[in-house]
């Protein structure tokens, strides 16, 4: 089983790293709009040091939702799917390897380039440490509730709408305590709550998300 799950994650960083769009055009989306935010709103380096940690989450969801919005449709459309539910491996198991996947090909890419962006923003390097972890905790839950969204509207009409409208409210605690964290580290109190919280989440999200998604792609697939 777990060699199963090992040779499924290989695949998929192969595959995902083949196919560029999957991992470029969020990487490139993220640069570009924060990028923007200077030219649209002041370059004013103390104002740009309270926004940025929102203009870096609000961007991470955004290019999150641009990254998995196709990350079923390969195995929907070459057959895949239907070996992954006759797999004697667990469904959840081979879903979680899968997410996993596409997490370390797509949005750790983003985190990486977020010091960066925050140097350039003037940002202070305990904020920038802080931001970094928060998004280390938030964006798999981005990432889960995508794929489950995804899972949702597989198959419909205009997804991209509907896909929206489902993700946006499920990701907005995420939103409030990743942002929630830098600014606790920024007025000097204690971020040990807000990045409990997080990590909760993350874990809740891990732990049930993975089977909900399951359920729905086998009933999907029933239909």
């Known amino acids: 089983m777990l060699k199963t799950a090992w040779l499924v994650f290989k695949s998929e960083l192969i595959l995902l790293s083949r196919r560029s769009q999957e991992w470029l055009y969020p990487l490139g989306f993220f ?28 961007t991470a969801l955004l290019a999150s939702l641009l990254s998995v919005q196709h990350i079923f449709y390969t195995e929907l459309e070459d057959g895949g799917m239907e070996q992954l539910l006759l797999s004697q491996t667990p469904l959840t198991l081979l879903l979680i390897v899968k997410l996993a996947a596409q997490w370390l090909v797509t949005q750790i890419p983003l985190i990486l380039l977020t010091p960066v962006l925050g140097i350039m923003f003037h940002l202070p390097a305990g904020a920038i440490t802080e931001l970094c972890i928060s998004l280390l905790l938030g964006t798999p839950i981005l990432t889960v509730l995508g794929s489950f969204a995804v899972a949702l509207t597989l198959g419909l009409r205009q997804q991209g709408v509907l ?11 995420v939103l409030v305590f990743g942002v929630n964290i830098v600014q606790q580290s920024q007025s000097g109190f204690s971020v040990a709550g807000p990045t409990a919280f997080l990590a909760a989440l993350l874990l809740l999200a891990m732990t049930l998300i993975p089977g909900a998604i399951a359920a729905v792609l086998r009933v999907n697939m029933d239909d």
């Open 31 to 58: 640069v570009i709009v924060i990028s923007l935010f200077p030219l649209a709103l002041t370059p004013d380096p103390a104002l740009l040091q309270k926004l940025f940690p929102g203009f870096v989450w609000i």
């Open 163 to 173: 896909l929206g409208l489902i993700f946006l409210p499920l990701v907005t605690p």
